[in-house]
């Protein structure tokens, strides 16, 4: 697969992590994408995406693509026999400035771009991509789509400047002391980073703590799980199970088997360390 990616130009960049184009065949028909402290966008250009968002959910499709505002679970992933997108990884807080409604109401709820900027615009914008040269190309008429729909976005000061301590700290940080450094109550936080964000500051934190804890883990050589569960403030075991499942999909013993996988399989792939192989 071809994967090019770069970081967008001010004032893009206080916002987003990476633009990025993806194209080719995927290493396997369905992945799964363990939850993440940020959110993400898609330009689909090829056949439809199946998206699954979590047990007992039904599959859904998404042909122009799709929004996901910070995953709190496991998605599934289903790829065409050959992918062709765009999209961009935002910082948590990031996604605001560029969605009609409150990032909650799409907490677990990926949406496609056509809820998200409407369908002429959205046609408009695949039309423009699909007739691109080549990637960096593609990804400059991404970028001055975004920058046409940047507008200002009230409590986005705080709520980046909170986020931006979760993110430092690893997620290793007393929420209480979040609230007084930005001298607001606990309630008035927690409201704005749900209407930012999609989660609480608490939520966040614990996201970055866990995808901190599993991007840890070798596979390729013994685990001490009680030290992993230790290490990420659990001292339960079983709850650290239960955790890990909800954000990975999978078991921790399951977990190690599949990156061992996708490590023998497709060695120095373009999606190793996150995505994992379902079939």
């Known amino acids: 697969m071809q994967y090019v990616s770069r970081v967008p130009r001010p004032p893009l960049d206080g916002l987003i992590d990476d633009l990025y184009y993806l194209e080719g065949t995927p290493p396997y028909a369905r992945l799964a994408l363990p939850a ?45 026999p050959r992918t062709r997108s765009v999209g961009v990884h935002f910082k948590p807080w990031g996604a605001a400035p560029f969605l009609p409604m409150p990032a909650a109401e799409l907490c677990d709820r990926p949406v496609t771009m ?11 914008l695949r039309d423009r991509l699909a007739t691109a040269d080549e990637p960096h190309e593609m990804l400059t008429l991404l970028e001055e789509e975004l920058m046409r729909r940047l507008g200002e976005t009230a409590g986005l000061g705080l709520v980046r400047q909170a986020s931006s301590v979760i993110a430092a700290t690893g997620g290793a940080v007393a929420i209480g002391d979040l609230r007084v450094a930005a001298g607001v109550s606990s309630t008035h936080l927690a409201r704005r980073f749900k209407e930012l964000i999609g989660v609480t500051p608490k939520q966040l934190a614990r996201s970055y703590r866990f995808a901190a804890t599993v991007l840890a883990i070798d596979p390729a050589g013994p685990i001490d799980w009680a ?31 599949v990156r061992r996988r996708f490590l023998r399989e497709h060695p120095g792939h373009v999606l190793d360390g996150w995505p994992l192989p379902i079939d």
Do not use: K
Request: charged fraction near 20%; proline fraction near 7%; hydrophobic fraction near 40%.
């Open 36 to 80: 993440s402290p940020a959110a993400f966008l898609i330009v689909n250009l090829g056949a439809p995406l199946r998206i699954r968002a979590g047990d007992g959910i039904e599959t859904a499709e998404y042909a122009d693509g799709c929004m996901v505002t910070t995953p709190a679970r496991a998605y599934e992933f289903g790829y065409p």
């Open 114 to 124: 056509e809820q998200v900027w409407g369908r002429p615009a959205v046609a408009r």
């Open 227 to 257: 030290g992993v569960a230790g290490g990420a403030g659990y001292f339960d075991q079983a709850h650290f199970g239960h955790e890990f499942r909800a954000f990975t999909g999978l078991t921790p013993t399951r977990y190690v088997e």
